[in-house]
């Protein structure tokens, strides 16, 4: 998706097969509270490369804690350094920018490893797959792009609350007008594929969703374990379910994971089998655990980006198995343009592939990014929880050679921000634009929203807030599987209890799911630090914590 800075991509090598990935996006719908701001559609008269009158002509991204900055704004500011990374210089323009992110995989496959009674690996935990993972009701636009939306709430710490900027997409209509898919799916069917809840749960996939897909959709399949073979080519579904069915179910798991063979014949036939006009998508369904050929995704990324670019071939990345090289097939789907989400029960597997995956082959945009700009009269620092391998330097926002993010029919992307806000300040705290290219024209255009001090006033954990509390809970659950220290985190033990509440009130097991995984992250914890140790945290931030 986004295109890395080198210290981004030193930290993604370095985390390069960690074993932890996540679920779909669940399907909770719940009130949002506080206020949005107007919004404002214009196809954007930007042309690639220039920034627009106002955008920031700052350095790299800068989406950590700013702290408060003594030089004018719009002056430059300087990139961190290799050695760097994590003490950042006051960025004047206030700008966070980063490509729009739709994984949900980290969530899911954390759960199952929290459910096994380990506690996922922190490096790998990813806050925004997270958040991401349920759906809040947030405006959608009657068009192609964006409705946004921004609202937030006061943490409980001094001049500390949390921003959350809403974005969603409007739905697919399952009967009515969308191009056509061509879906060519590879299929690991190697040696470590046979474990229950792997190639068994594929084949049920695969089952359930040769009957959602259109007659005038198309599909082929490829197979790779030592070597990769093509065991439909791209056909139309129509008369052809049965036979599809019936490839389906002959599969069986052979020897080792060459990932490399399997890609490169599945792009060979994707392209081969390519329609104008139709939605044309790889979809990988393996644990990702490359043991032949090409291990390293770093030789099998310029094939991914080449067809992306030439032929908008994109990649849908499905994880399976309870061990799972997640860095590995993100990298492959952030390089095609596409998302991750992961699988480990049938329940889940239907919502993919019979609720999810028919409604979302239509795209509503593609290279979608999103800069926030917050106003250093009345924020003094800001921090954006997760996307730190989205980032997007921020002269870049409006450059659209530079990769965004490929959003479907009906997604959401939520972005929170922890800030604090000058003691005494009214007016506007920040305002968010999202950018993105037509699908169909790949003209670009934006939309606007804002926030203002006003809009904050109220608590987190005031009556009437339930869908910023369950943002709220999944952001803080996260940063306490990679360390902890948000400002208002108030302990999983007391979020284990807001998110048991709300799914009392909501009937929702997807939350009822979130509060489990939150009580067994507290059991394998054992005594827990307080959460005051947040305070003393607030209080590094301010006085030049390395995230500041």
């Given amino acids: 998706m986004s295109r890395q800075n080198a210290a981004a991509n030193g930290r993604r090598r370095a985390r390069f097969g960690a074993t932890i990935a996540g679920l779909l996006v669940a399907g909770l719908t719940v009130g949002g509270c506080g206020a949005s701001g107007v919004t404002a559609d214009k196809a954007s008269r930007a042309e690639g490369g220039r920034t627009a009158p106002g955008a920031s002509g700052g350095g790299a991204a800068q989406p950590g804690y700013v702290a408060p900055g003594t030089a004018t704004p719009g002056a430059d500011a300087a990139a961190p350094g290799e050695g760097e990374q994590r003490i950042r210089p006051p960025a004047p323009d206030y700008l966070s920018t980063f490509a729009l992110d739709v994984d949900t ?45 921004l609202d937030g709430a006061r943490t409980g710490r001094d001049g500390w609350s949390l921003v959350r900027v809403g974005l969603a997409t409007r739905g697919a209509d399952r009967s009515g007008e969308r191009p056509p898919a061509a879906l060519t799916f590879v299929v690991d069917i190697s040696g470590s594929m046979a474990e229950p809840g792997r190639l068994d749960l ?21 197979t790779f374990s030592d070597e990769a073979e093509t065991r439909l080519p791209m056909t139309r579904v129509g008369e052809s379910r049965a036979r599809i069915r019936q490839v389906v179910e ?28 139709a939605t044309n998508r790889v979809v990988l369904l393996s644990d990702a655990l490359a043991n032949t050929g090409e291990t390293d995704a770093d030789g099998i990324l310029a094939r991914i980006d080449e067809e992306r670019r030439a032929h908008g071939i994109t990649l849908f990345g499905v994880g399976v198995g309870s061990e799972y090289g997640d860095d590995f097939m993100e990298r492959l789907a952030d390089k095609g343009d596409g998302h991750t989400t992961y699988v480990s029960t049938p329940e889940q597997a239907r919502r993919v592939f019979v609720d999810q995956l028919p409604a979302h082959v239509e795209l509503r945009a593609r290279d979608a990014k999103a800069q926030v ?64 290219l037509d699908p169909a024209t790949r003209a670009p255009h934006e939309r606007s929203g804002t926030v203002a001090v006003e809009a904050l006033a109220a608590g987190l954990w005031d009556g009437g807030h339930e869908s910023l509390q369950l943002t709220a809970i999944t952001a803080y659950f996260a940063d306490a599987l990679r360390g902890g220290g948000l400002p208002g985190d108030p302990g999983l033990g007391a979020l284990a209890e807001r998110a048991e509440a709300i799914a009392g009130r909501s009937g929702s097991a997807v939350v009822r799911e979130l509060a489990e995984a939150v009580r067994q992250a507290e059991r394998l914890r054992g005594p827990a630090a307080e959460p005051g140790d947040g305070a003393s945290r607030e209080g590094e931030l301010r006085s030049g914590d390395p995230y500041s």
Avoid: C, Q
């Fill in 105 to 149: 995989a980290s969530y899911g496959y954390a759960r199952r490893t929290l459910a096994e009674g380990r506690l996922p690996d922190p490096s790998t935990v990813r806050p925004e797959e997270f958040v991401n993972s349920f759906r809040p009701d947030y405006p959608r636009p009657a068009d192609n792009g964006f409705g946004v939306s």
């Fill in 202 to 222: 594929v084949k049920e996939s695969l089952g359930l969703l040769a009957g959602e897909l259109r007659d005038d959709d198309s599909m082929a399949l490829v």
């Fill in 250 to 277: 002959s599969l069986a798991t052979t020897s080792s994971t060459n990932v490399e063979a399997g890609v490169r014949t599945g792009y060979d036939v994707a392209v081969e089998g390519r329609r104008e006009g």
């Fill in 373 to 436: 700009a917050f106003d250093r009269r009345t924020v003094e620092s800001f921090r954006l929880i997760g996307y730190e391998n989205r980032e997007v330097a921020d002269e870049d926002f409006r450059n659209d050679r530079v990769d965004g993010g490929e959003v479907g029919a009906g997604h959401t992307v939520t972005a929170l921000y922890v800030v604090k806000t000058r003691p005494g300040a009214t007016g506007r705290v920040a305002t968010a634009t999202v950018r993105w």
